[in-house]
């Protein structure tokens, strides 16, 4: 289980990494053609979208997979060492909740877009896809997050090889499972 798991971040890391190495070339080419050629690249506007898209909710899924996200610490240290199990299960499980009910909203909106049969303003695409793609990406990022808090029994960020720093770098340790 822990092999689809590791699969599933790979890919959507892969995925987000893929995307945004396009939006880049994409943007630096479309540049380069209006300024120094007046020529732009029809539709550069809509495919970046459809590809951010892709690098928000694909990233989110492996980086909530992971517990990588951006913390700021304030009270956690006080917290921590009055109630460390509750407080680090009521994060996740908030965390939990309100990546659910996200992809929830997604999914509606992806199936309310679809039974419009809207279309993109400037490719003509089907415009359910990109809720779509979010909906999709976030379901795949609940299922990785839920899978990596049972095997983990709440440490998701311990998976595998992590470098692991503390605001003091003496104790800063490297932690492999």
């Known amino acids: 289980m822990e092999r689809v798991f590791r699969s599933l971040e790979w890919i959507m890391a892969v995925l987000a990494g893929i995307a945004l190495f396009i939006m880049m070339v994409l943007t630096f080419v479309d540049v380069i053609g ?4 007046n020529k732009s690249i029809f539709g550069t506007a809509e ?21 990588q996200h951006i913390k700021v610490e304030i009270f956690e240290p006080w917290i ?13 499980l908030f965390s939990l909740f309100v990546y659910a ?15 419009s049969g809207k279309r993109t303003a400037v490719l003509d695409g089907p415009q359910w896809l990109m809720p779509g793609a979010a909906a999709l990406f ?8 839920v899978f990596a808090l049972l095997l983990t029994r709440g440490w998701p960020g311990r998976l595998g090889r992590l470098q692991h720093f503390e605001a003091d770098p003496e104790k800063s340790e490297h932690l492999e499972l």
């Open 34 to 37: 209006r300024y120094g050629f």
């Open 101 to 115: 009910f996200v992809t929830w909203e997604l999914i509606h909106h992806a199936l309310d877009s679809f039974g």
């Open 80 to 92: 921590k060492r009055k109630v460390p199990n509750l407080q680090r299960w009521c994060v996740h």
């Open 47 to 67: 495919i970046i979208e459809y590809l951010m898209v892709c690098v928000i909710f694909a990233g989110i899924a492996f980086v909530t997979a992971g517990d």
């Open 138 to 145: 976030s379901v795949v990022g609940v299922a990785l997050f």
